[in-house]
């Protein structure tokens, strides 16, 4: 009786192992997915985004003949432009110009692992409301909730790029003659922070491209957990 009974509770656990493992795959299949696997996919996402984008960036030209080249700010063109009919400095423009965007793609070398360790620190909470919202929104949230601490960790990079490349001395010589001419308001704007800032704008469209490919474009989504994540934002 004992043994009989014995065998009925195995095979009644094994009924059950084997309606619960049918359970799970068509919970697989349906798309009921994991916040955290959905927080796995949208990481994913951002990893091949700042991948992409740094590694195209950090390239010679990535900056300065692509689409996020980096022209000078206002008040740096008006030195530029006042000091264009003075010997020596009449390329001055161009020169500044290509310098800013050299340290931005040497700066953009560094990028990588500081987008990779503040999109680990994502939390899964807001997962599925990213997913089913805009078409950028992973990218916007890091944007919003990193931003700070991603300016703090990469200014140094643009500082130690534009020393060298160049840029540093190139532009206190350019401003120590400007401020030389008589009657003009002496000016020295913050090219540290301006590099930096553009150089995040660059960084940060290029993550929210490759977003929008992968929620767009099937053949994007480069891994099973990809085409799982993003086929529930398809439905």
């Not at 094994?14 to 996919?41: D, H």
């Not at 530029?80 to 003075?86: D, E, P, Q, Y």
């Not at 540093?168 to 008589?182: F, G, L």
């Amino acid at each position: 009786m004992i043994k009989k009974f014995m065998f009925i509770l195995v095979a009644l656990q094994l009924t059950a192992c084997t309606q619960f493992q049918e359970m799970a795959g068509t919970l697989l299949e349906s798309g009921a997915l994991t916040q955290n696997q959905i927080g796995l996919g949208l990481k994913e996402a951002l990893n091949l985004g700042i991948s992409q984008g740094a590694d195209r960036l950090s390239a010679k030209d990535g900056f300065l003949k692509g689409t996020y080249k980096i022209l000078l700010p206002d008040e740096v063109q008006k030195v530029t432009n006042k000091l264009s009919g003075i010997p020596g400095f009449t390329s001055v423009e161009g020169k500044m110009v290509e310098l800013l965007n050299r340290a931005a793609e040497d700066a953009a070398k560094s990028a990588k692992p500081i987008f990779v360790s503040a999109i680990k620190q994502m939390s899964f909470a807001d997962a599925t409301n990213i997913l089913m919202g805009d078409k950028n929104a992973a990218t916007g949230y890091l944007q919003r909730t990193t931003s700070n601490e991603l300016t703090a960790a990469f200014q140094p990079k643009v500082v130690q790029s534009l020393d060298r490349v160049n840029a540093t001395k190139y532009w206190n010589d350019v401003i120590t003659k400007y401020n030389s001419i008589p009657f003009v308001t002496k000016v020295n704007p913050d090219l540290d922070d301006y590099v930096t800032q553009k150089a995040l704008t660059g960084l940060f469209s290029m993550v929210e491209k490759k977003e929008l490919g992968i929620r767009n474009n099937v053949s994007e989504r480069s891994s099973d957990l990809l085409k799982q994540v993003f086929a529930k934002q398809d439905n």
